[in-house]
């Protein structure tokens, strides 16, 4: 029944225009509209590019943008091969992200950056700023050169370069520098305390994702914990909207 009432919508409704219907429908129901909607219009596909593929967020986004009929490819550029196989996905291995040379010149619809790291993990501020700030904004440089209009990058709540804090500084500083290369379309998330199995300990989020996660529901959206898999939702379903210029989208827009 629920697939009928779908699919009559789409066919029937002439009010429905496809672009205001279908990143609704797009990430809620992926693997309906592959073959009943999408099929007879192969040619508006998507490419679609992931950095930080191997994160909390990155995993979640490769995997729903995998099952999501409006992509016909994925691409990730990591620095190891994660060992994901799928029909539709290509994979860049790329070691030394210090060289801007070596990225490779490839045009993408939609570029979702979601590269990060913890001062621990990189042990410096220099290490830490060069992941957070430097890479990415070589990535968005070469892939801008290259013809794409959009990209999608995770920041963080609190995100400002004038912060005393130096994590919520250097996403400051990286949200400036991706908005001065002028994307006809940039999309900032900026989500709270992230919640999800991560690979790597972080004990202080650790601690306050036990306490906080029981509670989130009492918490204002603009702050309330957000599971890596609500964000990569979001990020698929602002790509595939009607947005322009440069947005900064607050953790309270991303529960979509």
Same mark, same amino acid.
């Given at each position: ?34 073959? #009943? ?123 400002? #370069? ?6 919520? #500084? ?38 306050? &994702? ?22 990569? #939702? ?18 309270? &827009?991303?529960?979509?």
């Amino acid at each position: 029944m629920k697939n009928f009432i779908i699919l009559y919508v789409v066919k029937n409704s002439e009010s429905a225009k496809k672009q205001d219907i279908l990143p609704f429908l797009s990430v809620f129901f992926p693997v309906l509209l592959k073959n #009943r909607y999408l099929a007879s219009n192969s040619d508006n596909m998507k490419s679609a590019l992931v950095t930080g593929a191997t994160g909390l967020v990155g995993e979640a986004l490769v995997q729903q943008l995998l099952q999501n009929s409006i992509y016909k490819s994925v691409e990730l550029w990591v620095r190891k091969d994660p060992g994901i196989k799928h029909p539709k996905l290509h994979i860049t291995v790329i070691p030394d992200w210090n060289a801007a040379s070596v990225l490779p010149e490839k045009k993408f619809d939609d570029v979702f950056c979601a590269l990060g790291t913890t001062i621990a993990t990189a042990k410096t501020q220099e290490r830490f700023r060069e992941i957070e700030v430097s890479i990415p904004v070589a990535i968005a440089r070469a892939v801008k050169q290259a013809g794409a209009r959009k990209f999608i990058y995770v920041s963080a709540l609190g995100a400002d #370069r004038q912060s005393n804090i130096f994590y919520n #500084r250097c996403k400051g500083e990286i949200e400036a520098e991706l908005s001065n290369l002028k994307f006809p379309v940039l999309l900032i998330l900026r989500p709270s305390l992230l919640l999800g199995n991560r690979k790597e300990f972080r004990a202080g989020e650790l601690f306050f &994702r036990k306490v906080s996660e029981p509670f989130r529901f009492l918490v204002p959206k603009l702050w309330r914990p957000i599971h890596a898999s609500e964000v990569a #939702r979001a990020m698929i379903y602002y790509a595939n909207g009607n947005l322009t210029g440069n947005q900064i989208l607050e953790n309270d &827009r991303l529960f979509v």
